[in-house]
T-cell receptor, first 111, second 114 residues
Framework: KQEVTQIPAALSVPEGENLVLNCSFT??????LQWFRQDPGKGLTSLLL?????REQTSGRLNASLDKSSGRSTLYIAASQPGDSATYLC??????????FGTGTRLQVTL | SAVISQKPSRDICQRGTSLTIQCQVD?????MFWYRQQPGQSLTLIAT?????????ESGFVIDKFPISRPNLTFSTLTVSNMSPEDSSIYLC???????????FGPGTRLLVL
């Protein structure tokens, strides 16, 4: 059974810092990995999708990497801003597009 | 991308009653799913909603408790039956096209059972 873990569980950084969020999964037989952001009381916003054949994806200040063989992904956020404060979730896709979610990292960017 | 709406956005219900949640997608999609997010937890997949046939449930979830309908390629409902306080959660639907594509989520339905 696939298990997805995210470290750290919570993180507080001052504005402007670069930061890395970590995601690990136990079964490397995945189709893709997706990073989401969840704001309090809201649904999920998709940030980046990395196919299993890819090593990384970039969108603006966000860069996600995937090392499928070692079961790891990182989300790099450059020049963090208070608006980046949210919970970040990674999810891996197995058969039939079903997602297994990680435990989440709660990020707070302070002024 | 797909835009997904859910109704109701939130509800407070009495134990023993049932609530039906609606999920509407603005375009035809192949796959639709229902997830549950318990307080302070991450998301857990309840079932895959199959168009024109019975839903496929994950381990720990049964049709009698969470009946699901999907009459067409843009709409699905999830019913939470005979509710107890343990059913208090956020229920989210999601959708994806063919293949292994980005999965989009609705805003969720916040359910509190008293």
């Amino acid at each position: 059974k696939q298990e997805v873990t995210q470290i750290p569980a919570a993180l507080s950084v001052p504005e402007g810092e670069n930061l890395v969020l970590n995601c690990s999964f136990t079964d490397s037989a995945i189709y893709n990995l997706q990073w989401f952001r969840q704001d309090p009381g809201k649904g999920l916003t998709s940030l980046l999708l990395i196919q299993s054949s890819q090593r990384e994806q970039t969108s603006g200040r966000l860069n996600a990497s995937l090392d499928k063989s070692s079961g790891r992904s990182t989300l790099y956020i450059a020049a963090s801003q208070p608006g980046d404060s949210a919970t970040y979730l990674c999810a891996v896709s197995g058969t039939a597009s079903k997602l297994t979610f990680g435990t989440g990292t709660r990020l707070q960017v302070t002024l | 991308s797909a835009v997904i709406s859910q109704k109701p956005s939130r509800d407070i219900c009495q134990r023993g009653t049932s609530l039906t949640i609606q999920c509407q997608v603005d375009s035809q999609v192949t796959m639709m799913f229902w997830y549950r997010q318990q307080p302070g937890q991450s998301l857990t997949l309840i079932a895959t909603a199959n168009q024109g046939s019975e839903a496929t449930y994950e381990s720990g979830f049964v049709i009698d408790k969470f009946p699901i309908s999907r009459p067409n390629l843009t709409f699905s409902t999830l019913t939470v039956s005979n509710m107890s306080p343990e059913d208090s959660s956020i229920y989210l639907c999601s959708a994806a096209g063919t293949g292994q594509e980005t999965q989009y989520f609705g805003p969720g339905t916040r359910l509190l059972v008293l």
